[in-house]
């Protein structure tokens, strides 16, 4: 972009990521508008921002995924970060629930985009998942970067034997694939950057009642916290504090230089469930005796290049610890924390 925006889209924006990348942007001095399934969850982000009155609204958008949608969205807007995406593992079909989905969401976001000449540069959060080849071994040492693709076919995403793990992985992929091919294809006002971060943790910003309510990632953490035996193993060793990653979703809004690009961001420090349960036994006394750590093995077979991100959009990770125990500290003020 040739110029700060001054009125930001963000979809997604009552979700784990999504708010943290809200509260990035009015912390910078930009207008936000939040896309939000949920206008109970808009409406209690903007009573917990009153400092920010006047700088943050939500529009209520039940199906993302419906052409059209974000037509009221995009008005008078500069520039859209587009967090939301379907996450299920529950799935009887994978096409249906979780590939087709993924596509038109990105499309209807961008046709929208396409249609507003005031938009500059839209950022997309994909994912690891999009990136990852579970085929792929070492040795030799290898390093995953921003031009490397998960391998899987589209046919072999929507087979009925494929489990609902792959099919998202593919969906990941598919849906950032039509974002580039739409913007190579339809040459919109836009320029296009795209996110794929790893496994994501971290405090929440985001209407969370009970520690029961947590998302996915940091439900494991503190499952792990309330003694959880035996530990979850991790699918990759590669993770982001959710900070770094709404740091980095800004960034790559505001530096002309990032458009075009895809990066991983990623924390240089690999982890595992029983790293996360010794920090978790250092850092509070309640969970001594409670959480049980276990030496896990770290994978250190391959790495991902977390650097250019760091680098390119002036990105400092947060230490594993540190990630952990704000979370963990957070979920036990929670009421049902105990």
């Known amino acids: 972009m040739s110029s700060l925006p001054g009125y930001v889209l963000v979809t997604g924006a009552t979700g784990f990521i999504g708010a943290h990348v809200v509260d990035c942007l009015l912390g910078r001095g930009l207008k936000v508008r939040g896309a939000t399934r949920s206008a109970a969850k808009g409406e209690a982000m903007i009573r917990a921002r009153h400092q920010y009155q006047g700088k943050l609204d939500f529009v209520q958008i039940d199906d993302f995924e ?23 593992y529950d799935t009887k079909d994978n096409e249906k629930e979780l590939i087709l989905p993924a596509i038109s969401g990105v499309r209807s976001i961008l046709e929208a985009s396409a249609a507003t000449p005031s938009i500059r540069r839209v950022v997309i959060t994909s994912s690891f998942a999009s990136v990852l080849d579970a085929n792929r071994k070492a040795p030799p040492y290898f390093t995953y970067t921003g031009a490397d693709w998960n391998s899987l076919s589209y046919e072999e ?63 494991m953490l503190w499952k792990i916290a309330l003694g959880e035996k035996p530990l979850p193993v991790a699918r990759v060793p590669f993770w982001i504090d959710v900070r770094d990653l709404a740091v980095a979703h800004v960034e790559a809004l505001l530096r002309p230089e990032a458009g075009g690009k895809r990066y991983i961001p990623a924390s240089p420090e690999r982890f595992s469930y029983g790293l996360a349960a010794q920090n978790i036994v250092d850092e509070f006394d309640w969970a001594k005796g409670q959480v049980v750590p276990e030496k896990q093995p770290i994978d250190d077979s391959h790495g991902v290049d977390g650097e250019t991100a760091a680098r390119e959009l002036g990105v400092t990770y947060h230490p594993f610890r540190e990630t952990v125990v704000d979370l963990v500290a957070q979920a036990k003020g929670m009421k049902g924390g105990a």
């Not at 419906?66 to 299920?88: M, Q």
């Open 157 to 219: 995403c929507i087979h009925p034997d494929t489990t609902a793990v792959i099919a998202y992985r593919g969906s990941k992929k598919f849906a950032e694939l039509a974002a580039w091919d739409f913007v190579g294809g339809k040459k919109p006002s836009f320029d296009l950057v795209t996110l794929c971060p790893p496994m994501t943790f971290g405090p929440v910003v985001h209407p969370v009642k009970d520690p029961a309510s947590l998302n996915e990632s940091n439900a």
């Open 66 to 88: 419906k052409p059209g949608v974000f037509a009221e969205a995009t008005r008078d807007i500069d520039a859209v970060i587009h967090v939301a995406s379907p996450f299920t």
